[in-house]
C-alpha cells in the first residue's frame, strides 16, 4: 500500500495551492480518503474527506469554503484545493485512507478510523 503526497510549497497569504494524493497496493475506489495535517507542537488534526464515490465530502470549520476535496477514481487520486491561505495553515498535509463506509453523509474524521496513510506534504504560508 502506497499514498504518496504532492503539490506541497511555500505560498504567501491569500495564496493558493493544490495538492494531490496518488494511491496503490488497494482498492481504491472502495476507500474513504482523507487529508489530515500536523503543524509544530501541534496534534494531527482533520482537514477534510470524500467518501468512496466522491459524493459525500466532509470539511473541518476551519476550512469550510476556502478547501476543496475532489477525487478520480479511474487515476487513483485525491486532490485538496487550498485558497485563501492564512498562516494557520502551515503544516505538514497527509492523505489516509480507510475502508470504513461512510454514514449517510458523514465520513469519519478519527485519525484511527485510517489505516493507510502517505508521508505527508510541507505547507508554508507566509504572512
Known amino acids: 500500500v502506497q499514498l504518496v503526497e504532492s503539490g506541497g510549497g511555500l505560498v504567501q497569504t491569500g495564496g493558493s495551492l493544490r495538492l494531490s494524493c496518488a494511491a496503490s497496493?488497494?482498492?481504491?475506489?472502495?476507500?474513504?480518503i482523507g487529508w489530515f495535517r500536523q503543524a509544530p507542537g501541534k496534534e494531527r488534526e482533520f482537514v477534510a474527506t470524500?467518501?468512496?464515490?466522491?459524493?459525500?465530502?466532509n470539511y473541518a470549520d476551519s476550512v469550510k469554503d476556502r478547501f476543496t476535496i475532489s477525487r478520480d477514481n479511474a487515476k487513483n487520486t485525491v486532490s485538496l484545493q487550498m485558497n485563501s491561505l492564512e498562516p494557520v495553515d502551515t503544516a505538514v498535509y497527509y492523505c489516509?485512507?480507510?475502508?470504513?463506509?461512510?454514514?449517510?453523509?458523514?465520513?469519519?474524521?478519527?485519525?484511527?478510523?485510517?489505516?493507510?496513510w502517505g508521508q505527508g506534504t510541507q505547507v508554508s504560508v507566509s504572512s
Open positions: 489516509a485512507a480507510t475502508r470504513l463506509r461512510c454514514s449517510g453523509y458523514v465520513c469519519s474524521k478519527r485519525r484511527a478510523d485510517y489505516e493507510y
Open positions: 497496493g488497494f482498492t481504491f475506489d472502495d476507500a474513504a
Open positions: 470524500t467518501s468512496f464515490s466522491g459524493g459525500v465530502k
